[in-house]
């Protein structure tokens, strides 16, 4: 966010805020104009109430039948069910419309945030965004479904009682609108105010959320080292910033409303007063009056709604405008234009030409430099190098994660940044260091490296990643739930159900990072022949910090501070020395 655009703090850039609301409102017009028809009638009945008022006193009870008071009091019902009914319908309209409206919005800002690069990720932190997800669009929908109503149920009933007041009495009506500077007078002031601290309150929640969602996906490790109590604490104190913060909102809202209506009703009641002393001189009928008395009331109360709302309008604007940065965040990793699309079927051969490259969180660190490299169709390449020596980059790069500052990586002769991310991601299986794991069934989480797979598909890819026994074991089979992150596996177990997900994918290029770092000896050896028949006729690139599984690589790939120093076989490295074998000496003989 730009300087001029965070210091902006206007309350015509605040309100405008929402107008981006109007893209989740617009397809549901119906539901607005059914609400509008029955804001309309509620208010219709609303104010004939004064009306009917004025009649009962000008006519006088004593004189009036018995026929004309049934008459006027079953008018009197038959405006109470126009009213009961018009409420219900207005309130039906504008909740739905509020629901759909936040499920819209809800859909849409996810579907937005989950296709930004992994750049906007490494600089963002997940609990804040769940907030913005969830808690800010919560307020967004308060307003929808309830203050706008509130808001133009009242402006509705202000200038009807209004027009109603000047129609009864001209004269009492114009002194009343002298005191209409003063009633608006606090709500600019303190409406300001309220919007800064609403815009804080949901900062300093989004803070607290963070550090939740930080902590409790981290519980392990809060346990291993016996911070609970430490991390109590820290919780505790976001928690407290945050209530102090709606503590002065609430505060200043409170304030807000007290002034409003002080001043509204203390002005009312001045005019009031100057007609009852006309009702006394005999210039103004007792009705009359009675008329003025009540639509002022209405007036009244539709300015202390208007007040209180406003502090709701003020919030939402704030928690929009935390939801509209979100939706201003564009991917810097992006399909091309006019993209190419790979040849059919996909050969798999990769080159890295002269690609440097260096994180955007640390550009004075390169992570590769001068890197060129290429791999044959079918070929087994493995990286290996201490760490920090770049190999994890070139996963990235070719994932498209990043785009390399200077150089080109292309597949299959086509430059990477000319293919749609899907055509290029499709084309790569990936079974990372750190398997993920969701909150689901077995087959679901494999199934996850093929959306359209079958059942029979799916236990294969199992069989092949030496998982269905384990997986079988678990009760419920295929259909049991694993658990958030997994927490009913292992970290071998956890590492099994990704190698399958990557058989079940079937592409052309396979990316295996340390995929049997969390093996067991015994499992290693059966993983390593299922990854054997994974690689055969697919390219394959290996990272591994043990060297013991790379030996029957194709060529090996030599790489330190982001350059390749050697690449060969294992044996033609061992006898070359340098880098290779000096690691080959650490490993085999520890």
Known sequence: ?????????????????????????????????????????????????????????????????????????????????????????????????????????????????????????????????????????????????????????????????????????????????????????PIMVFGRRVQKLSRASQDRLADAAAIANETLNAAPAVKAYAREDIESIRYGSAITRALATAKKR????????????????????????????????????????????????????????????????????????????????????????????????????????NVAFHYPTRPDAPALYDFSLDIRPGETVALVGPSGAGKSTVFALLLRFYDPQTGRISLDGIDLRALTLPELRGAIALVPQETVIFSGSAADNIRFGRQDAGDDEVHEAARAAEAHDFISALGEGFDAELGERGVRLSGGQRQRVA?????????????????????????????????ERLEKGRTTLVIAHRLATVQRADRIVVMDGGRIVAQGTHESLLAEGGLYAELARLQFVA
């Open 1 to 185: 966010m730009s300087e001029s655009t965070a210091t902006d703090t206007s309350p015509k850039r605040r309100i405008g805020a929402l107008r981006q609301l109007w893209p989740f409102l617009k397809p549901h017009r119906a539901l607005a104009l059914g609400w509008l028809v029955f804001l309309g009638l509620s208010s219709a009945a609303t104010l004939v109430l004064p009306m009917a008022v004025r009649h009962m006193i000008d006519a006088g009870f004593g004189n009036a039948s018995t026929a004309a008071i049934n008459a006027t009091f079953l008018g009197l019902f038959g405006v109470a069910l126009v009213l009961a009914f018009a409420t219900a319908g207005r309130y039906f309209c504008i909740t739905l419309l509020g629901e759909r409206a936040l499920a819209s919005m809800r859909a849409k800002l996810y579907a937005h945030v989950i296709r930004l690069d992994v750049g906007f990720f490494e600089r963002s932190r997940v609990g804040e965004l769940t907030s913005r997800l969830g808690t800010d669009t919560e307020v967004v929908q308060a307003l929808i479904g309830s203050g706008i109503s509130v808001a133009l149920r009242s402006a509705v009933m202000l200038l009807g009682a209004s027009a109603m007041m000047v129609w009864t009495s001209p004269r009492l009506a114009g002194l009343t609108a002298l005191v209409i500077p003063a009633v608006m007078l």
């Open 250 to 353: 609430i505060g200043m809202r409170a304030l807000l409303t007290a002034a409003v209506i002080v001043l509204f009703f203390g002005a009312i009641t001045l005019v009031l007063w100057a007609g009852a002393r006309d009702v006394l001189a005999g210039t103004l009928n007792a009705g009359v009056l009675g008329q003025f008395v009540l639509y002022a009331i209405f007036a009244a109360g539709s300015v202390a709604g208007l007040s209180e709302v406003w502090g709701d309008v003020l919030r939402a604007a704030g928690a929009m405008e935390r939801i509209g940065e979100l939706f201003a965040e564009r991917a810097q990793i992006a399909d091309p234009a006019r993209p190419l699309a790979l040849p059919r079927p996909v050969q798999g051969a990769l080159r890295f030409d």
């Open 499 to 531: 190698i399958a997900r990557a058989i079940l994918r079937d592409a052309p290029l396979l990316l295996l990072d340390e995929a049997t770092s969390a093996l067991d000896a015994q499992s290693e050896a059966a993983i390593q022949q299922a990854l």
